[in-house]
């Protein structure tokens, strides 16, 4: 495939280091084969319908400098996020804009393009690092052709309470675009980070990648929402290492999309680490979201919290695929998994495989996954108060995700996501 | 106060699963009256209010009811709520999520009414439901009594032209069953509210002071009458007075359904003595 050749992966430019990784990256991808669903990690997806030679890097001249303010997104998204204290506008992976609340710079807070900021050997060592283990050929991919990516950078003990926002927009028709996001948390640090996709309905491939990096009793809690249209595919992959006492809250809301899947994982390197994982789905008409969640635990004392709930209807899909793996030394952990599924038309399905690995003896674990319809006896409930199915539906489908909702860590946007699954369930063909 | 609302039941015959649970079902409620009917396990009492409020799996196979002349059987559940009739359920289903505040408005928009927390507010104190109750999910953890409580404050939120109370009594403590049908009582005085208690204990007669007394057995009303019927069971129990009124038939022996809306009544032990 021409479009990805190690050369195409060199012209994207920037500084020397970064266009070694490219180059690396590049060279391994020559090799590689795009995956199948004979792999686990691959089963039931839509891998087999895509055709990487149909879309094209976004070139250079395309991609624009930063300070292109044309990012369309940026203005009305920035207003409904509200208040916030730093913001990094992606267009088709490059960040063509940065902002920070000088307060914060001044304790050194960095917000900015990777490619662009002049980052130090601090910043290059923790790029890659924690996607390098067992990387996949779409890492690879996006390692070789990432214009760059939104850095966020919070020193040792500043806490922030405002959150960072990064606002993605995809739009090339026909084209791939490499998203990528670093955020490292110093030490006893705290912050919000709020990833927002969107694109318009164009035939477009998203391969994004975040890297979370949460220091010794930091605080990080991320947010990504995904609302593409229709016509665009997202393969992300989004992994965070913790460190002692490190406390990580992540939340996926994925909505858009024709086939978007979403592999998040936490590993707990340290005594004390904690992770919260939460997502809400809800797929119509024929799309497939498609998630693959690990719990690591590395060490001993470790606590890991998970729920994930969706729904679909008309011929949507959807695959939630979760692992919780405790190790030899993660003695004394704790892990939980809850997977809940409304398959609200006939139509539509949900695959739901939770799995658990555990080579530790004293530990407390449990995983549970439900897929089913509304139930009948609640529907019959709230129509015996006058209320007529499709509004008992949609009450039962609100109440349904309600909880994940109250979890979600940036609380702003929920009105306006709730108002997007009434969309849904309203636009559904029902039963 | 009593209005000119009228509910006829006519000869309901019902299966369920394709068993015929309800046999010919007469009966004629009037605003402001208060009905009881009576019966052992397993005779079709909680079929009768589920067949009148259109569970979906339970096929009427004969008879009409209508409300003010508009017939309810045939119509979906929501409309036959919004001609005016309303369930009290016994097993009150939980629903995660739904809040009750928002249920109560959902119903109340749905008729056309005006939701209002105020009155919802004061409804509560009436019933001594506590506030968080309002902002939890329907029946979600809620005690027996707590559940009940609630359909009360439901019922008294939506103002219905006639509500069955589909065994309210089941699951109360003393107190509860006092608030409940205190509650009820000043709807049939105040609102007019017709009410058809379904029961097979005495307890809830005492409170509620049923103008009429209906026994039903084996899928029909087998005697009519007032407080007098209710003395006579306590003498002889629902054997006696089958024999006093030469009934063979107690219950509908129906075989013990395996779908989803399974009638918990009917697997109980059909002989039990209702007073024990």
């Not at chain 1, 506008?89 to 490619?115: F, K, M, T, W």
């Not at chain 1, 904690?274 to 606590?303: C, I, K």
């Not at chain 1, 209807?313 to 809940?340: C, F, H, P, W």
Request: hydrophobic share 40%; aromatic share 6%.
């Amino acid at each position: 495939m021409q479009q990805f050749s190690v050369d195409a992966a060199r012209a994207l430019g920037g500084p020397d280091w970064l266009v070694a990784r490219r180059v690396a990256a590049a060279e391994a991808i020559t090799t590689a084969e795009l995956p199948t669903t004979v792999e686990e990690v691959w089963r039931y997806s839509r891998i087999g319908e895509l055709d990487l030679n149909r879309f094209r890097p976004v070139p250079v001249e395309e991609l624009n400098e930063p300070g292109d303010e044309r990012a369309p997104g940026g203005g009305p998204w920035a207003l409904e996020v509200g208040a916030h204290a730093g913001m990094l506008v992606v267009r088709d992976g490059r960040v063509v804009r940065h902002e920070l609340d000088p307060s914060l710079e001044a304790q050194g807070v960095r917000v900015c393009d990777i490619a662009t900021c002049g980052v130090d050997a601090d910043v290059q060592a923790a790029f890659g690092s924690v996607v390098a283990d067992g990387a996949d050929y779409f890492t690879d991919l996006n390692d070789a052709f990432t214009p760059g990516g939104a850095l966020i950078w919070i020193p040792d003990n500043v806490v922030i309470a405002d959150p960072i926002v990064v606002l993605h927009w995809c739009e090339g028709d026909g084209e791939v675009s490499f998203p990528r996001t670093l955020v490292r948390m110093g030490r006893n640090s705290e912050a919000t980070v709020l990833e927002r996709f969107g694109s318009p309905s164009t035939d477009h491939l998203v391969d994004a990648v975040a890297e979370l990096i949460v220091g010794d009793n930091a605080q990080l809690r991320y947010l990504s929402i995904q609302e593409h249209g229709s016509k665009t595919w997202h393969i992300g992959l989004q992994r965070a290492h913790l460190g002692r006492d490190a406390h990580l809250k992540t939340a996926a809301v994925a909505l858009g999309g024709d086939y978007a899947r979403l592999r998040a994982e936490a590993r707990l390197d340290a005594p004390g680490a904690e992770s919260e994982m939460v997502a809400v789905y809800f797929g119509d008409q024929n799309q497939m979201l498609d998630f693959r969640t690990l719990q690591d635990h590395v060490a001993p004392r470790t606590r890991s919290d998970l729920l994930f709930k969706g729904a679909v209807e008309d011929t949507a899909t959807s695959v939630y695929s979760g692992m919780i793996r405790l190790r030899e030394d993660a003695q004394k952990a704790e892990a939980y998994q809850t997977n809940r599924n409304l398959v609200l038309t006939k139509g539509a399905s949900a695959e739901s495989i939770p799995n658990l690995e555990i080579l530790a003896n004293d530990v407390k674990c449990s995983h549970g996954s439900t897929v089913g319809p509304i139930d009948d006896e609640q529907r019959y409930y709230l129509e015996s108060r006058g209320i007529a199915p499709q509004d008992a539906e949609r009450l039962i489908v609100l109440g349904f995700f309600d909880d994940v909702f109250a979890r979600l860590p940036h609380g702003g946007l929920v009105g306006r996501l709730r108002k997007t699954v009434i969309d849904k369930i309203d636009r559904g063909v029902g039963v | 106060m009593t209005n000119q609302s009228q509910f006829e039941i006519r000869g309901v015959h019902a299966t369920v699963a394709g068993f015929e649970i309800l046999r010919g079902v007469d009966l004629t409620l009037g605003g402001g009256e208060v009905h009881a009917v009576m019966g052992p396990n397993g005779c079709g009492k909680s079929t009768l209010s589920h067949t009148l409020m259109g569970r979906p799996d339970y096929t009427v196979t004969a008879g009409s009811a209508t409300i003010d002349g508009v017939e309810l059987l045939g119509t979906p559940t929501y409309r036959r709520a919004q001609a005016g009739l309303f369930l009290a359920m016994q097993y009150p289903v939980e629903i995660p999520g739904v809040r009750v505040g928002d249920l109560v408005a959902a119903a109340l928009t749905a008729r056309g009414s005006e939701p209002s927390e105020t009155r919802l507010n004061l409804e509560a104190e009436r019933l001594a439901v506590r506030d968080e109750f309002l902002t939890r999910g329907v029946n979600d953890e809620f005690s027996g009594g707590e559940k009940k409580r609630v359909e009360t404050l439901q019922l008294a939120m939506l103002q219905p032209k006639f509500a069955i109370l589909d065994e309210i009594d089941s699951g109360l403590d003393v107190d509860a069953l006092r608030d409940v049908a205190r509650r009820v009582v000043a709807m049939t005085q105040e609102d007019g509210l017709g009410v058809l208690a379904i029961t097979h204990y005495a307890r809830l007669l005492e409170e509620l002071k049923p103008d009429f007394i209906h026994v039903m057995m084996a899928g029909r009303i087998v005697a009519s009458g007032g407080p007098e019927i209710a003395d006579r069971l306590e003498a002889v129990g629902y054997e006696g007075l089958a024999k006093e009124l030469g009934v063979t038939e107690l219950t509908v022996n129906k075989p013990v359904a395996s779908g989803k809306f399974e009638d918990p009544t009917i697997a109980a032990n059909p002989f039990a003595d209702p007073f024990a």
